[in-house]
Structures are given as C-alpha cells and as structure tokens.
C-alpha cells in the first residue's frame, strides 16, 4: 500500500525528541539539532532520510522502486530518497526509524539499547562505579547470573557483547565501529560503538544474538525458570 506526505510526517514526529523545522523550503524532521529526514526533495513525490552508506545499500537492494540515493557526494553519504507512492509503511518506518537512530546524539543511542536490554526476559542489570561517591561507568547485564551485555553509560559509548568466534572475526572487518575492548576472550566477546558506523538495527540484533548465545548455555531448570519469567507465570 502506498505511503503519502501524512504518514511520513506522523511516522517522524512519532520518535522521541523528534522536532519540524524548515529548511530551503521543505520541511525537516531533526533529533538532537541534527536532520534525520525531511519532505518534498526533490518534489513532492518524494521524502528524504539520512541513512548509513551500508543502510542504503540495503534498502535500495530490498526495495528498489522506492528507495534511491540522492544524486552526487550527499548521495554517497547515505542520503536516500523515498518515491512516497512506491513505500509501503512498513518500509517507511523502518527507513525513519533507522535515520532517527542515526542521527540521534550518543546519549539517546545508550538509553536506547538499555531499554531493549532491559525489556529481554530475566534482564538483571549491576551498574559499577570506579568508588562509591561515583556515578556508574558501566551497567553489567546478566541472565540468570550470567553476564550477556556490559553497557558504558559513561565516557565512551559502547557495548560489550557475546559472539560467535567466526562472526566476531567477520564484524571487525566489516565495521570500524566493532573491536575488543575488554579483558574478556576477544574470540567470543565483541565491543560495538555506538557512535560509529554500527547501524542500530545490527547493535539489535547482536544484542539478541548475545542474549541467546548466553540463555543456550543455562542448564534444562534455569531455561524453564526463565520462560517462566517470560510468560509472567
């Protein structure tokens, strides 16, 4: 089903700390002082939002009637046009959503992936601080008593999270924003910035991976215990 000018205004306005504003004409949507997308570029066919080169590439393969880079080096950089009339509103909302995250300052991307955490089953977070009297530097997550995620709430804005050996090997390579920061084994543990070129959607689902690789582990009474905790029984 066709997408309009409404539904992406609506979509937009619909992610916290999103505001309008106008810019040459054509009204924008910014988080943090930052565009994330704006409307009627380069007519009123169209939306625009601000991806990765690696989001764009994605939804240009996926969708290709519907999404397409901007002409010239704003193009390259992952602004990609969206011909309203071809986007169904799912597509839609995941291009804005994924645009907002982006765009959206380092604070925000951290009180994002704590929430996500933080809604997983079992979710038991510990914050360290370097003394007493100090605000936390990091929030350790565990399940069960087992630790899938360390979360940086201060200073540098990372996650720390379990993996694959062979994925691990192959995220390094792939993002800038992917390495080891930590005294755990870095063939199972990855650290992932999330000021980087890590997409949001993949922090997603790493952070899932993390969670299940550490939940596989838990013993036949634990899992059961932990469903238990799932359904609310």
Known sequence: MASTAAQFRAIALA????EERAHVGHPDFRVGGKVFATLGYPDERYGMVKLS?????????RHPKAFMPVKG???????????LRAATKAALTEALEAA????????????TVRAWIEAMPGAQGRP??????????VIIYNVMGKMFAILSVRGVKDVILKCDE????????????IGHRSHLDRRFWISV???????MKEVRRLLALSYELVVAGLSEKQRSELSRLGTGR
């Open 15 to 18: 992610f916290e700390g999103t």
């Open 53 to 61: 080169p690696e989001e764009q590439h994605v939804f240009c393969a």
């Open 128 to 137: 360290l601080a370097p003394g007493k009297s100090s605000a936390p530097l």
């Open 100 to 111: 907002w995250m982006r765009n959206s300052p380092p604070d925000k991307r951290t009180a």
């Open 193 to 199: 910035r999330l000021d980087a070129d890590v997409p």
């Open 166 to 177: 062979a994925l691990a090997s192959a995220l390094r390579k792939e993002y800038e924003g």
């Open 73 to 83: 080096a704003w193009g390259a950089k992952g602004a990609t046009n969206v011909l």
